[in-house]
Each structure stands twice: as structure tokens, then as C-alpha cells.
């Protein structure tokens, strides 16, 4: 029986934080580990409106931080799933930060994660496929397949020769 298919646009969660004391370290800039944490939230909360499920994080992909992000700046994360295999989803974050009263916007970095759906036992379970509609969301759509392997070797559940999507980024002979 087919999957029954789902637009990104559907799982989209946008999540907005204040950066208080409580979550800088001692140069009053918000700590990485609050901000992967805000990360991992927005991301579940999209991999959920997308299954329907209970859903687990099963990766995180590089987090690089281009800017840091002060005490007192509104942190907006903004997050969709960009495809989704048997059971897994691919979701990609979005973050901002702004200095309100500045009126100074900075786009702080972006992310990858990936989840499993799972049932009430704990078991993976399938999940809708993704029908992109924006230019955007194909290329995101089309990268996944790439990024999917790339996990896979990293967490050695996949052998580089395997990785079709890949051969042509480490010419790779067939």
C-alpha cells in the first residue's frame, strides 16, 4: 500500500525564545547546548505534525555557529521536514537572532536533524512521504538522499562503494 504523501509546508514550526541570563555563559552570549536544545524541540515538534507520532532523534548534523547570539536577542527558530524515508525524517532548522531595540537581524546558523517515527512500543514506524512544492523545498528534497548516506557512513551502517548519491562528490568509481 502506497504511503500517503505530505507537503513540507505542513510540519512547519516556527519557535521563538528570549535569551536570558540563565542561558548565556560569561561573555553573555546564549550557550550552544541551549540552543541545540531549542534546535532539537522546534525540529521534533516538525517531525511530529508530519507523522502523526511519537518521534525520536536519531541524528544531529554539524551545527556551526556563524554569529553569536547575545543576552537580551529573540532567537527565532524555524523548522519543516524536508523528506522522510520508511520511518526517518530529514528536518531542517532555520535561526535568527535579532537585537530588537537595534533593529539588527542576524541569520545565526542552520541544522539538520533527523527522527524516527516509532508506535507505542517503540518501534520504528512509516511515516507519510514529502511532496515538495517550492524550488526550495526540491533542492532540500533532492539533497537529503546525499546528506541520508553521508549519516549512514559517518555511523558506520553504510560502506562508501554503496553511497550511489555520493560517487560523484568523492569520484568514487563505480
Same mark, same amino acid.
Given at each position: 500500500?502506497?504511503?500517503?504523501?505530505?507537503?513540507?509546508?505542513? &510540519? *512547519?514550526? +516556527?519557535?521563538? /525564545?528570549?535569551?536570558?541570563?540563565? #542561558?548565556?555563559?560569561?561573555?553573555?552570549?546564549?550557550?550552544?547546548?541551549?540552543?541545540?536544545?531549542?534546535?532539537?524541540?522546534?525540529?521534533?515538534?516538525?517531525?511530529?505534525?508530519?507523522?502523526?507520532?511519537?518521534?525520536?532523534?536519531?541524528?544531529?548534523?554539524?551545527?556551526?555557529?556563524?554569529?553569536?547570539?547575545?543576552?537580551?536577542?529573540?532567537?527565532?527558530?524555524?523548522?519543516?521536514?524536508?523528506? &522522510? *524515508?520508511? +520511518?526517518?525524517? /530529514?528536518?531542517?532548522?532555520?535561526? #535568527?537572532?535579532?537585537?530588537?531595540?537595534?533593529?539588527?537581524?542576524?541569520?545565526?546558523?542552520?541544522?539538520?536533524?533527523?527522527?524516527?517515527?516509532?508506535?507505542?512500543?517503540?518501534?520504528?514506524?512509516?511515516?507519510?512521504?514529502?511532496?515538495?512544492?517550492?524550488?526550495?523545498?526540491?533542492?532540500?528534497?533532492?539533497?537529503?538522499?546525499?546528506?541520508?548516506?553521508?549519516?549512514?557512513?559517518?555511523?558506520?551502517?553504510?560502506?562508501?562503494?554503496?553511497?550511489?548519491?555520493?560517487?560523484?562528490?568523492?569520484?568514487?568509481?563505480?
Amino acid at each position: 500500500m502506497p504511503r500517503k504523501k505530505k507537503h513540507p509546508r505542513e &510540519s *512547519f514550526v +516556527s519557535m521563538t /525564545e528570549l535569551v536570558l541570563p540563565n #542561558d548565556t555563559n560569561t561573555l553573555n552570549n546564549l550557550m550552544g547546548g541551549r540552543l541545540m536544545h531549542w534546535m532539537d524541540i522546534v525540529s521534533a515538534i516538525a517531525a511530529q505534525k508530519h507523522s502523526n507520532r511519537i518521534v525520536v532523534t536519531a541524528s544531529v548534523d554539524n551545527i556551526s555557529f556563524r554569529h553569536p547570539i547575545l543576552l537580551g536577542n529573540v532567537v527565532t527558530l524555524r523548522a519543516k521536514v524536508t523528506r &522522510s *524515508f520508511n +520511518s526517518s525524517m /530529514e528536518v531542517r532548522i532555520d535561526v #535568527d537572532a535579532e537585537d530588537i531595540p537595534s533593529g539588527k537581524k542576524i541569520e545565526s546558523n542552520s541544522a539538520y536533524f533527523t527522527f524516527v517515527a516509532v508506535d507505542q512500543s517503540g518501534r520504528p514506524i512509516d511515516v507519510p512521504e514529502i511532496e515538495p512544492e517550492t524550488d526550495e523545498e526540491k533542492e532540500f528534497y533532492n539533497g537529503a538522499l546525499r546528506r541520508r548516506q553521508l549519516r549512514l557512513i559517518l555511523a558506520g551502517r553504510m560502506k562508501p562503494h554503496d553511497a550511489h548519491e555520493l560517487k560523484s562528490i568523492f569520484d568514487m568509481k563505480e
